[in-house]
């Protein structure tokens, strides 16, 4: 083993990092490394091994991994390259790779890693040239070289690190597994992510939803601007791309966003520092004008909004700053502003209840005292809970300011964009954080749609060979979700489209219709506002004529007639769906008409949606201030845009044959909407992967609520837990007795921790489910017993745990949670459930029991080890 090859490094690296457990080189062609003994195989290793490093070529890994499964070794890094991003050969190389992996139940880091460090560990199990010093934050990149190049760049910041992980091409352990085991590791407290691509997405969703539950986590992603990831055909596919898919993922995973490496440590130890905010209004105190301008400047270009000052603040200010300030937020308070004028100006903005936080900036002038100034600001805030964020331009002058900010804890910048921008990082956790805690279901509660009429309808159109559905089945599709349509009629020829015209009443709007014309005003397609029969005629020779001229390829099946719609107030938005080819469905909006391209107004999020989603969807857009009244326009139905929304979102649950879907426009006013124009895509929806399947966040299963009745006629309901279930959970924990909670949580314990109520209400239905079963009282819902189960890392078994109200035991509540914990295990391929008990809970080994499970021991006398085979 050369000291310089990767092998060599890494032994190097580790026996040099003082890690203090025993480490065994393997290599058949030397006797010794680094004067320590070196084995021919693995064979020769007389004790048990905990994790392998292999840095062989890769055609021998898989011979490799078959001596360590054969040692009982269960997890291994691979560093060798020359799998999958090797073309054909090393695609097969990476099978076998897997194949002898998950014959002996081995997990795999790589391959073709940098590998790992765990710095409180003393371990460096990298072939890096450097470590890292001990810290709170994680770091999981895919790429190997960006790993050592932040590593280089933190030690010169003192930046330090709980665990480095290089996920190389992710074959088994990806970034679902590493945010797994980091959400719940007591050493880490801030997260971040460096991300290429994601292969598994609703695995990095569940990962990261859990993860960022817990802790800040922060992700920059490489490749923003990709034009590969577009759908090219419709308005929707035009302005939604893949960026815009992964952004409105990290939105709902709650996790925050940046885009450079100085970015993603400010965030994260911005973060980490428990600064939080109500809102995104943001005060500027500056005593420059240009430092002021940019940081505007920058807000206007962020989530960030530099609020208005309240009439009070406004008149404080007034009276207690020179004559020409700036009379307005930035707050310009002079450049020969002293340290009781940034006190005054600060404290009167913090106060203020129309700032959420604020930024103070302070450029060295000749009358300036920066550190006294920075003394005067930090006593502004002393008794605040809002976020002050400072930034003291310069150099040598304000080195002494600076090192006051860092010893009190306030955050402190070299430029007014960068301090703009950490509390943007602040306003997106907040809401990212809110958007986290939703937790749709696939449908609304009332007026169901018609799915299988309108899955019929999909179906029969790709059995004829078709996956463009025409304008009136486009409608159709939508009517069945109950989306307000104007109903068109087609007409194949000039009489047809005089018999829909008479029929429908004058005036009428005539469109071209072919499955080969994505947007008809380019062909000439479109003719409105036709008053007369002969008009009629007139249009439906020129159009078809024109779209051949224009598109000589088309097939033209003739026209669609459908009845002007006369709103005198309506505003044109587009409401779509584009098929991302990692996240899956994913729902836009924006203004809408013919313009849709230039304007790129949109928002984008990943479905399902519920009313509070598709309110903020809306929010974030340009047009969104059309629908308010202004200029005498009366405001529109906003309410009845959201319901589309809705509607769209429940169409993209239950429909995975879409691929396209575009609603523009759609018109929207005092009355209501009407969706003008529709246009969708379906294919085939390819193997099935269960319920919803097709989509990167698993909505809310409404479909396990079941109604059970007790012996003595109390009704019961059997549901799965939501996020706002926190106070009902940690109620019922409370009424526990001494000795249930112990029985429960083998600890004593009064209540749940946050940590353990968030983890316990937010779950992810993909990979773990919570049933409560809770009665009516009073009025109100009580819980009375909760089951749940938490996937294993080997996703074939689950660990459950299940409890009951004290006064509600032997009643049968918790026979009946298992049953139901039991069959979606099953349904959802799991093979084993298994769980611990203590050595005294008798009931408890009576209804395991009786529910088939086989009781044995384990390492621990006090506790047994029951499981069952599902």
Sequence with gaps: M??????????????????????HAINPGRKEVRGRACHASLAAVDRAVDLAVVATPAATVPAVLRECGEHGVRSAVVLSAGFEEGGRGGEE??????????????????PNCLGFLRPGARLNATFSRG???????????????????????????????????????AADVDFGDV?????????????????????????????LRVAARLKPTVVVKAGRHAEGSRAARSHTGAIVGGDDAFDAALRRAGAVRAFTVEQLFAAAELLATHHRVRGNRLAIVTNAGGPGVLAADRAAELPVRVTELSPATMAGLEAALPAFWSRGNPVDILGDATPDRYRTAVAACLADPQVDGVVAILTPQAMTDPTGAAGAVLSAAQGSDKPLLACWMGGAHVEEARALFARSRVPSFDGPEAAVEAFG????????????????GPRSRSDEPDVEGARLLVETALDEGRKTLSVTESKALLTAFRIPVAPAVRAASPAEALVAAETLGFPVAMKIDSPDVTHKSDVGGVRLDIRTAADVRRAYGEMVEEAHARLPEARIHGVTIERMVRRRHGRELLVGVARDPVFGPVIGFGAGGTAVEIHRDRSVALPPLNPFIAADLVARTRVARLLDSFRGLPAADREAVVDTLLRVSELVCEL????????????????????????VVVDFPGAPKGPYGHMAIHPYPAHLETRWQLPDGTDVMIRPIRPEDAELEQAFVRKLSP????????????????????????????????????????????????????????RRTCEFAVVTADEWQGKGIAARLMTELMRVARERGLQ????????ANARMFHLMRSLGFVVGPSEDPAVHVVTKEL
């Design 656 to 679: 995975p044959h879409v691929c396209e879907l575009d609603i523009n426009p759609l018109l929207a006013d005092e009355g209501g909407v009407v969706a003008l124009d529709a246009r």
């Design 131 to 169: 470590g890292a010093r001990q810290g709170s934050l994680a770091l999981v990149s895919q790429s190997g070289a960006l790993c050592t190049a932040i590593l280089d760049w933190a030690e010169t910041r003192q930046v330090g690190f709980s665990s480095v992980v290089s996920l190389g091409d």
């Design 93 to 110: 190389r990476e099978r076998d790779l897997l194949r002898e992996a998950r014959r002996f139940g081995i997990r795999v880091l790589g």
């Design 739 to 794: 000795e249930s909670r112990y029985f429960r949580f083998m600890r004593t314990l009064a209540e749940l921790t946050p940590e353990m109520l968030v983890r316990f209400t937010q779950i992810d239905y993909d990979r773990e489910m919570a049933f409560l079963a809770c009665v009516v009282r009073d009025g109100s819902e009580t819980e009375v017993g909760v089951a749940r189960y938490v996937t294993n890392p080997d």
């Design 832 to 839: 084993q459930m298994e769980g611990e008990v203590l050595a």
């Design 2 to 23: 050369n000291s310089s090859s990767v092998g060599g490094r890494v032994y190097g690296n580790i026996l040099d990092g003082g890690f203090e457990g025993a480490v």
């Design 425 to 440: 990082y602040l306003a997106s956790y907040r809401e990212n954080q809110r958007l986290l805690l939703q937790a749709p």
């Design 179 to 207: 945010l797994d085991y980091l959400a719940l590791d007591t050493q880490t407290k801030g997260i971040l992510l460096y991300v290429e691509g994601v292969r598994h997405p609703r695995r990095f969703m569940s990962g």
